[in-house]
């Protein structure tokens, strides 16, 4: 069964960092791309980053790009989000999503984990 | 405002049909493909569709997807209770080198 498992959310003060981590079961991990993927409270959904099989292609969002790093480490089924400079617009439920291909674009998000909460408040 | 442009919202009676449009440009539905998600209250998303017309397994035939153009379109038969959710569309854009998602359309069976 495939399982992602989000944590390492919770709540920063302004300008301050947080590194979001994603366990993965029940596939072979680095086979696949993965992303991120935020909702803030009652919005829709927000493309966070992606990184393809091998971290050879990353990609993100213009809303991050230059404070957030995503990265994998495929000898721990894990992937990462360090998250730099957070603002109060960055408070959503961060969601880590499996790819149904190795490259980094979008081929359809075939699974999701529950998510974990980022609140950026002081 | 999103790139990719849904209806907020959608209603239908049970049995009945519905469709959900995914409006976007020439960079990212007219040259990729498109995928669907369903995401009812309180849980995260679930794939519906991808490359724009295929099921992933354990999704009923009442869900179907097409594209034409610069479009897509979710269709949605046999409306049941359970359907009731949020609607989202997805994509690449090439352009932007970004992944897209809709602002989503929120189901309704009355």
């Known amino acids: 069964e495939v399982q992602l498992v989000e944590s390492g959310g919770g709540l920063v003060q302004p300008g301050r960092s947080l590194r979001l981590s994603c366990a993965a079961s029940?596939?072979?991990?680095?086979?696949?791309?993965m992303h991120w993927v935020r909702q803030a409270p009652g919005k829709g959904l927000e493309w966070v980053s992606g990184?393809?099989?091998?971290?050879?292609?990353?990609v993100y969002a213009d809303s991050v790009k230059g404070r957030f790093t995503i990265s994998r480490d495929n000898a721990k089924n894990s992937l990462y989000l360090q998250m730099n400079s957070l603002r109060a617009e960055d408070t959503a439920l961060y969601y880590c999503?499996?790819?149904?291909?190795?490259?980094?674009?979008?081929?359809?998000?075939?699974?999701w984990g529950q998510g974990t909460l980022v609140t950026v408040s002081s | 405002q999103s790139v990719l442009t849904q209806p907020p919202s959608v209603s239908a009676a049970p049995g009945q049909k519905v469709t959900i449009s995914c409006s976007g440009n020439?960079?990212?539905?007219?040259?990729?493909?498109v995928s669907w998600y369903q995401q009812l209250p309180g849980t995260a998303p679930k794939l519906l569709i991808y490359?724009?017309?295929k099921r992933p397994s354990g999704i009923p035939d009442r869900f179907s997807g097409s594209k034409s153009g610069t479009s897509a379109t979710l269709g949605i038969t046999g409306l049941q209770t359970g359907d009731e959710a949020d609607y989202y569309c997805?994509?690449?854009?090439?352009?932007?080198?970004?992944?897209?998602f809709g602002g989503g359309t929120k189901l309704t069976v009355l």
């Open positions: 029940g596939f072979t991990f680095d086979d696949y791309a």
């Open positions: 020439s960079s990212n539905i007219g040259n990729n493909y």
């Open positions: 997805g994509t690449w854009d090439s352009s932007l080198r970004a992944v897209l």
């Open positions: 490359d724009n017309n």
């Open positions: 990184i393809s099989w091998n971290s050879g292609t990353i």
């Open positions: 999503a499996k790819d149904r291909l190795a490259a980094t674009a979008m081929w359809g998000f075939d699974y």
